[in-house]
Each structure stands twice: as structure tokens, then as C-alpha cells.
């Protein structure tokens, strides 16, 4: 049992790898819908309310114990929202570019299913990582290329929509996305610069980034480019008080304006799931992936060390979507003129003199 458990885990052929695929989709599909439930009893707790606490069914109510548990926590609120998407009426405006605005929901989504490929999530005892593509040496680079490409889906969906407010939408996700991708691609060169080291074969590699954080996490070395990589995270997934693409303040929901039913559920479950996926790039960055703690990477030994890494991995991601619910019910949202400044007159230049002092330092020291 426990060798199928690591071949499930690890193995390289194709059959365990389509399996591999198959549940972190569904693990990512998951979290992204339970981070849903977490923004509403979040948003809740902070702001002195209730929140959902009830959700009934009679077959969960036969269910000992944790029926109960399931049914007064609210916690079955994502399968019943999912399913009211379902089965709600889908409409499709008669002045949209039909075939355009039915694609958009579907690339939206599409990029933060394709990242998790390179994603690893923790180590075997045998030394193998638990990752769908665990040998690729440019994880950084692909995940930077496949999750920008989400951008396109709300290109899509604010010109096929027609309408002046998604529209204009649109322009503003495309013009956030380049101004924040220049500094976010600036601050982890010195992460890169830092992993690189005798016997590293590609300090581009994931798995070679954690296992170079045995000693400190890199928050702890880096922290101004750690700081500059998470506003840009917040602005690469649209997330307040960067949410410039869906203001609704301003324009009325944005680029899924002219959106519902199923089709706005995919836009609400991709911002979600990107979420999940710059959650985790900070987390092997910056926090140390599936190390426990700075300077005590491990705990214990063989699976025990493994469930240990697994459970810090996840630990930290369920703390970071919090802090994302807590900054969007805390800072107040920017006019699109405040995030265009903070993009390039300060994050910019922040994240080029970080870059220069530390050639500076590797160049002193080397």
C-alpha cells in the first residue's frame, strides 16, 4: 500500500500521472471553492456579522455527527452555490460576439488548471517531489508565462460583451497586468541569484528554490523583494484593492458585466483559483515551500517528514488566502490613476535599485 501511495505520489508513468493530474485538479478546484466559503465567513467575522451558517440537505442530515457539523457550519455553501450556477437559466445576450463571449469564462480559467503542473507541493522519503511534472527545470518561467495568460480571458469577455463597462474593463486588466508583471519579474531575480550555486543545475527550478531555503527563508533575506512580489500578486489576480478590471463602484461589475449563470461561476471559481496559484509561488519563493519552520525544515523522518511537509505546505496556503480576504476588507480599493503610479513610479524603481544592490552584494562577496 504504502509503495502505490508513493508511485501515485511520484512515478513518472503515464497512467499515475493522469491520476496525479486528475486529483490536483480536483484538490485545486476544491480549495478554489472553499476559498469562497472562507471570504464569506471572513468578511463576516470582521465585519461583526454571521455569515453562512446553515446549509440542509437530508441525505448530509443522515450523516452521525458530521452531518451535523457539515450542515450548522455552512460548510456544504460551495457544492449548493455550485450548483445553483448549474442549473440557473444561461443567458446569452443577443448584441455580444457570441462565439468570443462563450470562450472567455473557458480561458480565464484555463491557465490556473494548466499551472498546477509545475506546482510542487512537498517531498517523498525517497527524495522524489510531489509535483505533475516534477524534473522541469523552468518551473518559475512557465508558471509566469501560463498564469498571465488569464489576462486574455478578460480581454475577451469586456470586448465580445460589446458594452462600454466591460470594455473598459478590459483595458484596465490589460494595462494592471503589464505594469505589474515588469516588477514582479524584476523582484525574484534576486531569488534566482540566490539559489544559484555550485551543483544547482537550474536555479529557474522550483524544487531547487525551497530546497534553497534549508538555511532562511527567503523573506527573511530578501524582504523587499518579497514585499514587491505580494502587491504584485494582489494586482496580478485582481484582488483589492487592486481590483481595477470588476470595480463596481465605477463599472458596475466590469468585464463580467453582461456575464451569469455558469459562465460568471467560471470567472468567480478562475480568480479563485489564481489565488491559489500565486498564493502558492510566494509560498515556495518566499516562505519555504513545504519546509516546517526557518532553520528546522524538517520534522521528523521518512513519512512522517512527508506528512509534516505537506501539512506546513497547506498550512501556509490557508493562512495566505486569509490574508487575502483580511487586505481586501481592510484597504480601501485604488482609483485606476493610483495603480498605474504605484506600478511604475514606485514598484518599478523599487524593485531595479533592490536588483542593483544585490548584484552589488553578490558581486562583493563572490
Not at 155 to 176: D, M
Not at 213 to 229: D, K, S, T, Y
Not at 260 to 285: D, N, R
Amino acid at each position: 500500500m504504502e509503495s502505490f501511495l508513493f508511485d501515485l505520489l511520484a512515478s513518472p508513468s503515464w497512467p499515475f500521472a493522469a491520476a496525479r493530474g486528475v486529483i490536483v485538479i480536483g484538490v485545486l478546484m476544491t480549495i478554489a471553492g472553499y476559498s469562497v466559503l472562507l471570504e464569506r465567513k471572513a468578511s463576516a467575522w470582521i465585519q461583526g456579522r454571521i455569515g453562512p451558517n446553515r446549509t440542509s440537505h437530508p441525505l448530509i442530515a443522515w450523516i452521525p455527527l458530521l452531518g451535523t457539523f457539515l450542515m450548522k457550519g455552512g460548510f456544504i455553501q460551495p457544492a449548493a452555490d455550485g450548483l445553483k450556477f448549474l442549473f440557473k437559466e444561461d443567458p446569452l445576450p443577443g448584441h455580444v460576439r457570441k462565439g468570443y463571449y462563450v470562450l472567455a469564462p473557458v480561458v480565464a480559467l484555463a491557465p490556473a488548471l494548466a499551472t498546477v503542473v509545475m506546482l510542487p507541493f512537498g517531498r517523498l522519503p525517497d527524495g522524489n517531489v510531489i509535483a505533475l511534472c516534477p524534473g522541469a527545470d523552468v518551473g518559475v518561467l512557465f508558471m509566469f508565462a501560463t498564469s498571465s495568460l488569464g489576462v486574455y480571458g478578460i480581454a475577451l469577455a469586456g470586448w465580445s460583451a460589446n458594452s462600454k463597462y466591460p470594455f473598459l474593463g478590459a483595458v484596465r486588466g490589460s494595462a494592471q497586468l503589464i505594469s505589474y508583471e515588469l516588477a514582479m519579474g524584476l523582484s525574484v531575480l534576486t531569488v534566482f541569484l540566490a539559489t544559484a550555486a555550485p551543483g544547482v543545475n537550474s536555479p529557474l527550478s522550483l524544487v531547487a528554490i525551497v530546497d534553497a531555503q534549508r538555511g532562511a527563508w527567503n523573506v527573511l533575506c530578501h524582504p523587499l523583494a518579497a514585499l514587491i512580489f505580494l502587491i504584485c500578486v494582489f494586482a496580478e489576480t485582481n484582488r483589492h484593492p487592486f481590483d481595477m478590471p470588476e470595480s463596481e463602484t465605477d463599472l458596475v461589475g466590469g468585464f463580467h458585466t453582461e456575464y451569469g449563470s455558469f459562465k460568471f461561476g467560471l470567472f468567480f471559481v478562475a480568480e479563485y483559483g489564481h489565488m491559489v496559484i500565486g498564493s502558492s509561488l510566494f509560498i515556495l519563493m518566499f516562505l519555504g515551500g513545504w519546509h516546517v519552520l526557518p532553520w528546522l525544515p524538517t520534522v521528523g523522518t521518512g513519512v512522517v517528514a512527508t506528512l509534516a511537509g505537506l501539512t506546513a505546505f497547506f498550512l501556509k496556503l490557508a493562512i495566505f488566502l486569509f490574508f487575502f480576504v483580511w487586505v481586501r476588507w481592510t484597504v480601501p480599493r485604488f482609483r485606476y490613476d493610483q495603480v498605474m503610479r504605484i506600478g511604475w513610479r514606485v514598484l518599478l524603481p523599487a524593485a531595479i535599485v533592490n536588483l542593483l544592490a544585490y548584484f552589488a552584494w553578490y558581486a562583493f562577496n563572490q
